[in-house]
């Protein structure tokens, strides 16, 4: 039952940064990761970066030195911050949540980050 809204994706130049956001809303169960996903074209879903409720932070080697994820987990909001953007970084990104239970998994309708000149 619980939805996610996200933001922040577009067009950046290569170099650039960008920053997206994501909000869940409508939640019975408690969130307890949050994090971000993406899919390029002809290329498989893979976990860019995720974050526990406690703080703790995983990320994909792609994305390390380069994002970072942060959480307001009061508000269930979870944030993307991407440095120096690659042209293979271009995608669609997908917020995720998920509870204890393995039934307790969203996913939001994805944002396409271009990143071109």
């Known amino acids: 039952q619980v939805q996610l809204v996200e933001s922040g994706g577009g067009l950046v130049q290569p170099g650039g940064s960008q920053r997206l956001s994501c909000t869940a809303s409508?939640?019975?169960?408690?969130?307890?990761?949050m994090g971000w996903y993406r899919q390029a074209p002809g290329k498989q879903r893979e976990l860019v970066a995720s974050i526990t409720s406690g703080g703790s932070a995983n990320y994909a080697d792609s994305a390390k030195g380069r994002f970072t994820i942060s959480r307001d987990s009061a508000k269930n909001t979870v944030y993307l911050q991407m440095n120096s953007l690659k042209p293979e970084d271009t995608a669609v990104y997908y917020c995720?949540?998920?509870?204890?239970?393995?039934?307790?998994?969203?996913w939001g309708p994805g944002t396409l980050v271009t990143v071109s000149s």
């Open positions: 995720n949540a998920r509870g204890i239970l393995s039934i307790h998994n969203a």
């Open positions: 409508g939640s019975i169960y408690t969130i307890t990761v």
